[in-house]
């Protein structure tokens, strides 16, 4: 199984530390930011232990195409209402490639935005219009589109919404989706029929573009459009049926990525990884880890 998690990316062994942290955990991936994902301060990639980092990499038989790199959350492709903000996101995604490509990763993970105060279609034509606006794309390169929980205005609620953005991108080739279980659950889809999911993305999307899964538990019950992750088992998708999609042999070349929350100041991740890999499910784990 392919499983790693969200970690840290800072001084003073950067991506080095990163791949350092997933492998503490037992992980085989790991996804990160290349700053804090609030700003755009970024430091230069020459920086940031790449070497070590891929050295590491290859040493523990992991490819590189399990580093994934998430876009940060400012980055707004839908927003067509202020045109300065759409120009940031244009300039600062060109950046955030450039970087994911000189640090040998291969898949950018992007929310696709919010619309704001217009509608899903303005947003879904904002996004489209952003991501042809990309010149540049570099060759190794691929961006992929996140499904989103539905939480505000956000665009990305429904696989026909990702389906239509894509079909509209004039460099089909670099682009690819990222499912997000939480998010899917939130948006309405049901994670313990993970097939019948499958066969839904299949149908809309295309299951060869499914690129990463990030793998977490809800907050919130089946379509309530809120996005917060839960730790595994303890929230409304629950263990076994996310250790079912895990296992889907219809996914199992795809790193699953773990973004649970912290368990007081605990990282949860070696612990969910361990019980996803043996397949046994230990009550009351988030308690211990406190
Ligand atoms: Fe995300
Ligand atoms: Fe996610
Ligand atoms: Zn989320």
Excluded at 95 to 105: P, W
């Amino acid at each position: 199984m392919i499983l790693g998690c969200h970690v840290k990316m800072t001084s003073p062994l950067f991506v080095e530390g990163s791949v350092r942290e997933a492998l503490s955990y037992g992980a085989n991936a790991l996804m990160l930011y290349t700053g804090a994902p609030q700003n755009t301060k970024r430091r230069p990639v020459s920086e940031m232990h790449i070497p070590e980092a891929k050295a590491l990499m290859a040493e523990n038989g992991i490819p590189m195409e399990h580093m994934i790199i998430h876009a940060p959350y400012l980055i707004n492709p839908a927003n067509s209402v202020r045109p300065e903000v759409m120009e940031l996101a244009k300039e600062f995604l060109a950046s955030e490639l450039q970087r994911t490509a000189e640090i040998g990763a291969v898949n950018l993970v992007l929310h696709p935005g919010s619309y704001t105060v217009t509608d899903p279609e303005t947003g879904i034509r904002a996004c489209i219009e952003t991501l042809n606006g990309l010149h540049e794309i570099p060759e190794n390169t691929v961006i992929c589109l996140e499904t989103m929980a539905g939480k505000g205005s956000e665009i990305g609620r429904t696989f026909e919404e990702l389906a239509e953005i894509l079909e509209h991108l004039d460099q089909k080739e670099k682009y690819g989706v990222c499912l997000d279980t939480c998010h899917i659950n939130d948006a309405g889809y049901d994670v313990s029929d993970f097939d019948g999911v499958l066969d839904e993305f299949d149908r809309i999307i295309g299951l060869k573009l499914l690129r990463v899964i990030h793998l977490n538990d809800s907050k919130n019950i089946r379509g309530a459009r809120k996005d917060r992750h839960a730790n595994l088992g303890c929230g409304t998708i629950g263990f076994e049926n996310l250790l079912k999609a895990a296992q889907n042999p219809r996914v199992q070349h795809i790193a699953k990525i773990l973004e649970t929350p912290y368990v007081g100041d605990n990282p949860p991740y070696a612990k969910e990884i361990a019980m996803l890999r043996s397949g046994i499910y230990e009550e009351g784990w988030e308690e211990h880890l406190k």
